[in-house]
């Protein structure tokens, strides 16, 4: 593919769009950014380093990215499951299913934390029944993750959901008529053609649980070196009016987020032209 | 002609309006109140007494502003330019700490109002289930293995940093030794099964999702939990020793003399300590200082002794970097608790 800087279009003014768009994310989203990084540069080396690998900070890094992770897999397996049945079925009640996804979108995320934390809560709906069993899931790690999943789940069903919805079901019926099984036609016909929108919902819906702050804090135990997620240490130092230490932790949380991003966009870039 | 002359009557009494209106025209003053969670109901009682006062006073309208939040986050949007008048916040470092980072504040900022600019006070005392169900009568009873134990976060909560000094200093004196003092607040974060970031976010674990069995509050919060939760359900436990808790009242210099409402804004927290402003502190159950309506009020507010940050830990500055900063005790505390 030819690189282009400018392609023909239909809107004309190209000009002005493009100065404008870069106006607008520049001031929206790269002067707060390059601002959290320069104050970062106040720390030395060794000052960002005793700050960043406190075993506090260490602990809370792990714990955000690990159940971020698991949030994330989770949700790119039952949010597929949810997009293939809103797109593919009929049935009584799908537009209300369909409208529920989006609530955790529009919800703010301290009444999902709050709500959750009734719910699972040793005396809740769902606490009560889980309690005998031996399983916590309010005030831990497993409640970190619940929340995760929930504040997640609509990135992967609305990426995902538009592509098997124009996804032509001839192609299936092609691999089944030349004697495809169903599970050959799912991984060979379906699976890689859904591959792009599947590793962006992904990857939203992990960003997503990095950054979340909100809901964790009710229904995590918050506590230092179990359940702390890296939001709340940030916090903490701010509480303290450590505002360099804050920008610090918040900056590794920023490169790390922009790497695993870039990854998984060159991912796709690669599944995308391997399909084509 | 009778017409006329009450026409003409109407016009001299115009006249004579017009002349006079520049002068019995009230100013419209707007104050602006940066305060913490708790102190919401209170600050609105008292906004209306203070107007009531000020408009007999000088005949100005008052109107006050008030901004709730944790008491952090609070001086952190101050810090941050928020053009409050007066704060009125949970202690006094964080008071300090906007004299400190925005240069906003006299440093001397305590000494301006009797009683370390702490027009009322108040304490740390347990809520507990009703009917005592673990017996809980003072700070040696929350070491039991069976207890669980709610108290937010001291890194994030100030509330919680009075909890945790309130708790060190019994252990201070009952058992005489700083070590002692460290191990025996160990033991009581080692039955904390929750850290909520807030006050708020505590006692919603404890009230409302039945999590543990006594939660440290302060003593207007606890008031106010069971006032709203009802007195069937829990019970104060009032610790024979605990902290005296001054939440701190200041005067935004930097911001009053550029919006020139210093006058107002000093007599608003000055009317603080006067019998109205401390009946209305009661009223929300605040201890009053002034003697007088603390007699008045003394059945809401059961004795027990009480010490001051001052006395025991030094002042805010050394208890803060001692015990909340990083490294300081709260964190060797987390890392010494077997996991």
Known sequence: MKWQFRKPSVLPGFGLTLGFSLTYVTLLVLIPLGGLLLYTTKLSWSEFGAVILDPRVLASFKLSFGASLIAAVINLFFGLIVAWTLARYNFFGKKIVDALVDLPFALPTAVAGIALAAIFAQSGWIGRLLDPLGIVIAYSRAGVVVALVFIGLPFVVRTVQPVIEEFEKEFEEAATSLGASWLQTFTKVILPSLMPALLTGFALSFARALGEYGSIIFISSNMPFVSEIVPLIIVTKLSQFDYVGATAVGTVMLLATFVILLLINLIQIYSREKSL | ?339
């Open chain 2, 1 to 339: 002609m009778k017409f006329f002359k009450s026409n003409n009557l109407f016009g001299v009494a115009i006249a004579v309006l017009a002349l006079v209106a520049p002068f019995i025209h009230a100013a419209d003053i707007s104050l602006l109140n940066v305060s913490y969670d708790p102190t919401r109901e209170f600050y609105k009682e008292y906004n209306q007494a203070f107007a009531k006062h000020w408009k007999e006073l000088k005949g100005d309208n008052v109107t006050v502003r008030q901004s709730h939040g944790g008491s952090g986050s609070q001086a952190r949007s101050v810090i941050d330019g928020l053009d409050a008048d007066v704060v009125t916040l949970a202690l006094a470092y964080d008071v300090d700490a906007i004299a400190q980072k925005a240069k906003a504040i006299d440093p001397n900022w305590q000494k301006r109002l009797a009683h370390n600019s702490a027009p009322y006070t108040s304490t740390i005392v347990f809520l507990v289930r009703k009917g005592n169900p673990k017996g809980i009568k003072d700070w040696d009873d929350l070491v039991k293995s069976d207890v669980k134990v709610i108290t937010p976060n001291p890194k994030t909560s100030g509330g919680a940093r009075w909890n945790h000094l309130a708790a060190w200093g019994y252990g201070l004196e009952k058992y005489g030794s700083e070590e002692k003092a460290r191990e025996f607040v160990t033991k009581i974060y080692a039955n904390v099964p929750v850290l909520d970031s807030g006050a708020r976010g505590s006692t919603n674990t404890f009230v409302q999702r039945g999590l543990g069995d006594v939660l440290l509050a302060w003593e207007n919060e606890a008031f106010l939990s069971i006032n709203e939760l009802g007195r069937d359900k829990f019970e104060i436990v009032v610790p024979s020793v605990s902290i005296l808790a001054e939440p701190s009242v200041s005067v935004v210099d930097k911001n009053v003399e550029k919006k020139g409402t210093k006058e107002v804004a000093t007599a608003y927290l000055e009317y603080l300590y006067s019998k109205e402003g401390q009946r209305i502190a009661a009223k929300n159950y605040y201890r009053p200082t002034d003697p007088e309506i603390a007699k008045e009020t003394e059945s809401t507010f059961p004795k027990l002794k009480l010490f001051t940050i001052d006395a025991v830990f030094n002042g805010w500055g050394e208890a803060q970097k001692k015990h909340f900063a990083d490294g300081g005790e709260f964190d060797k505390i987390f890392a010494s608790i077997k996991r």
